[in-house]
């Protein structure tokens, strides 16, 4: 039987390596449409000796099914979309799993997250529920305990305010937006910021034109006045996040790791620096899916950092009749 232990005491590359294949016989065995999938490809554990055999499920299942390895469910998380469209669902059977996760995850990448204010700038997701970055920066805000600490939706000025309050402290602060929100912040306000880190997740929400991340890193950059622009990758479907500290080059914690799939061939793993679609091994996913291929497109360096490229359309996952099902 897995527990959090095993996962979050990962140190060595055996240590994953094992820790790994150890979840995926236990999802084999207790996931119905991850063993299905497997099935449909006729692979088996017995079959299973290096993580490079495991199979991913494509990340569209968690649209079209219920992806558990566990019978119980204590909260569900949701991905935002479109109106009329079909979001993704996370069932999670055990929240503090998510927790150890995202907090053990930080730690490892910015020191203890008591020591920080967190200021989150994230009116997309503050304006739906069922958004599992708002209750991990939730979390972050309550153990920050820092009375400038909180979420802002529209109120720039009381950002602003703030930032420079803070910033006249000296004290170490964590502004997390969504990229939309930020563009709108510098917009109207220009900051210089010594002791702060500004850190973006992603996605313009139908809200702005999507642009490349160098020119949107290089528009806050000059707005905030930092020399770097962060970058946190999560999706709904994951516990756990990789960071970026400035070059759009991701790195993951001891239980998350990257492989790239062939574009044509969504069965053949890629070596080397290679564009492919991303695989993600979850380790914390123990409970749904810890083997998913995403939607991303991207590439993996030597040292096991990974950077985004882009997104593939939806004919993606090619010869996969289960998703009929």
Not at 152 to 164: G, S, T
Request: charged residues 20%; glycine residues 6%; proline residues 3%.
């Amino acid at each position: 039987m897995i527990s959090p232990k095993d996962i979050f005491n990962i140190k060595t590359e055996d240590d994953f390596q094992q820790t790994a294949l150890k979840v995926f016989k236990f999802q084999f065995e207790n996931n119905t449409i991850y063993r299905s999938y497997c099935d449909l490809l006729y692979i088996h554990p017995s079959d299973v000796k290096h993580i490079e055999d495991i199979p991913f499920l494509p990340i569209q299942f968690f649209k079209s099914h219920q992806v558990i390895s566990s019978p119980s469910i204590e909260t569900t998380f949701t991905s935002s979309g479109t109106t009329g469209s079909i979001t993704s669902k996370h069932h999670v059977s055990d929240i503090s799993i998510y927790e150890t996760s995202f907090r053990r995850g930080f730690e490892h990448f910015y020191g203890a997250v008591e020591d920080y204010a967190i200021l989150a700038l994230l009116p997309s997701y503050l304006e739906r529920t069922g958004s599992s970055l708002v209750y991990m920066v939730n979390d972050m805000i309550e153990l920050s305990n820092h009375e400038k600490s909180g979420f802002y939706l529209n109120n720039f000025e009381d950002l602003k305010q703030n930032l420079e309050h803070l910033e006249s402290q000296n004290q170490k602060t964590l502004l997390i937006g969504v990229s939309f929100a930020l563009l709108d912040f510098v917009e109207s306000y220009h900051l210089d910021l010594n002791h702060t880190t500004v850190m973006e997740t992603g996605g313009m929400k139908g809200r702005r034109k999507e642009i490349v991340r160098e020119e949107l890193h290089n528009i806050l950059k000059k707005g905030f006045g930092v020399s770097t622009i962060h970058s946190e990758y999560g999706m709904t479907e994951l516990l756990s996040q990789a960071y970026s500290y400035d070059d759009g080059i991701f790195r993951t914690p001891p239980w998350m790791k990257i492989l790239t799939r062939d574009t044509e061939d969504p069965l053949t793993l890629l070596s080397g620096n290679k564009t492919g679609g991303i695989n993600v091994i979850d380790l914390a996913n123990y409970n749904s899916c810890s083997f998913i291929a995403t939607q991303d497109l991207g590439k993996i360096h030597r040292d096991g950092s990974f950077e985004i490229i882009g997104r593939f359309d939806h004919s993606d996952i090619r010869g996969c009749n289960l998703m009929a099902l």
